[in-house]
């Protein structure tokens, strides 16, 4: 179905000027689409969700449609315009379309004046991440937990991502773990660190939380002009979590001297100076709620989130890439080197953010 096809269907208005993909996401395929309705011109977003990722679209759908109007409560009209996605319905009143190819379609607004970034060189803009999903989750503080579908089950737990690392490895379907087999060990070297949070939730020392699950920085919308964060966006991963799996994943994503995806391993490493700025935003936000056990196990996140996201990466490599769209052949194995390489380096670190933390703990 033709883009102008799925707009009619989402019904959006006047005349359609051009459309393009965009790139910066891993996962689903989006495109900005630009329409002129008397005079102005308005912009969209259309996707078409991943469903080998994601199995219950409309399970996501139902989450989102749950989480916006929750927090669109919040905020007037005019500030909902700028904080809170807005889904378009179609004319049978739902978010979703399924069209002939089986694609699974959905459209919304394009937040006017916003862009994303894939890495921050302005401390405060990256403070006003930490702010923005600060705020995101405790806007989601009083959400009815229950009421959300778990959209991917075990999506951070870190200790089912190790078995399913060590599955993948004994399986070996492409050949690939003698290539990989240092990198491989080292991860399995730090297990118990890994596996630590979750080690903590299930003996309930530290509380389940509704969080966003993907706290990648390029998951805010700033302006422009003046760096101010407007929506948290990609709510599809929107489920109970911890608080140290969207701190720490924004972290690893953020405060990497290097993309997330570095080949140069030289260039990668923790930036204190980015992680500061980051953890003032976030931790003032949201401290108070904090337990004390919660804001002391807080570092660990950055550290989980890295090793996690190596062993997931490294999983879809020996797995023969099904998973993350890759843009050359060994993409995820030079993400899965990247991440652990943080990890490591985050280790050495780890007295240092824990004082970090501190200072910004009320
Ligand atoms: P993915 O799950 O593939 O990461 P996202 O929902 O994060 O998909 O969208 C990909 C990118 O599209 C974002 O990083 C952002 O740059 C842009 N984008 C998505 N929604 C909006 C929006 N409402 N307004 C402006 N830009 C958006
Ligand atoms: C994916 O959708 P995107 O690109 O924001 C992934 C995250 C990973 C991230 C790594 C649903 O996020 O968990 O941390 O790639 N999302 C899903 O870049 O698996
Ligand atoms: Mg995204």
Redesign the pocket.
């Known amino acids: 179905m033709e883009i102008k096809q799925i707009c009619d269907i989402f019904r959006i208005k006047g005349e359609l000027k051009e459309y393009s993909a965009?790139k910066?996401?891993?996962?689903?395929?989006?495109y900005?689409v630009t329409y002129e309705d008397n005079g102005k011109t308005f912009?969209y977003?259309v996707?078409d969700i991943?469903k080998f990722v994601f199995k219950a679209p409309e399970h996501i759908m139902e989450n989102i449609k749950g989480v916006t109007e929750h927090i669109s409560k919040k905020y007037d009209e005019q500030e909902s315009e700028k904080y809170v996605?807005?889904f378009l319905q179609t004319e049978d009143g739902v978010n979703f379309f399924i069209d002939d190819d089986d694609r699974f379609l959905r459209a919304?607004?394009?937040?006017p004046r916003?862009?994303?970034y894939d890495t921050f060189d302005d401390l405060g803009v990256l403070e006003n991440a930490g702010a923005a999903f600060g705020r995101f989750q405790m806007q989601l503080a009083d959400f009815d937990a229950s009421s959300l579908h778990e959209i991917i089950p075990n999506f951070h737990n870190t200790a089912s991502r190790y078995e399913a690392l060590e599955a993948s490895a004994s399986k070996d379907v492409c050949g690939r773990l003698e290539e990989v087999k240092e990198l491989y060990d080292a991860l399995i070297s730090n297990k118990d660190t890994a596996t630590s949070l979750v080690k903590m939730l299930s003996d309930g020392s530290i509380p389940l939380r509704v969080t966003h699950n993907?706290t990648?920085c390029?998951?805010v919308?700033f302006d422009f002009e003046t760096g101010e964060p407007?929506?948290v966006?990609?709510?599809?991963t929107v489920m109970p979590g911890l608080t140290a799996y969207d701190f720490g994943d924004a972290i690893r994503f953020a405060a990497n001297t290097a993309q997330e995806d570095e080949p140069d391993l030289s260039l990668v490493g923790l930036d204190l100076e980015k992680y500061e700025a980051f953890t003032a935003g976030f931790v003032k936000q949201t401290s108070s709620a904090m337990t004390e056990q919660e804001l002391e196990t807080l570092y660990l996140g950055p550290i989980v989130m890295a090793l996690e996201l190596a062993a997931r990466f490294l999983t879809d490599y020996l797995d023969g890439d099904k998973y993350f769209?890759c843009n050359y052949e060994k993409h995820n194995l030079v993400r899965a080197k990247c991440q652990a390489h943080l990890a490591m380096d985050m280790i050495s670190k780890a007295e240092i953010t824990k004082q970090i933390i501190k200072k910004y703990a009320k």
């Open positions: 965009i910066t996401g891993n996962i689903n395929k989006t900005k912009d977003i996707q991943n996605l807005d919304y607004r394009f937040i916003s862009v994303t993907d990648k390029n998951n919308l407007l929506a966006i990609d709510l599809d769209k």
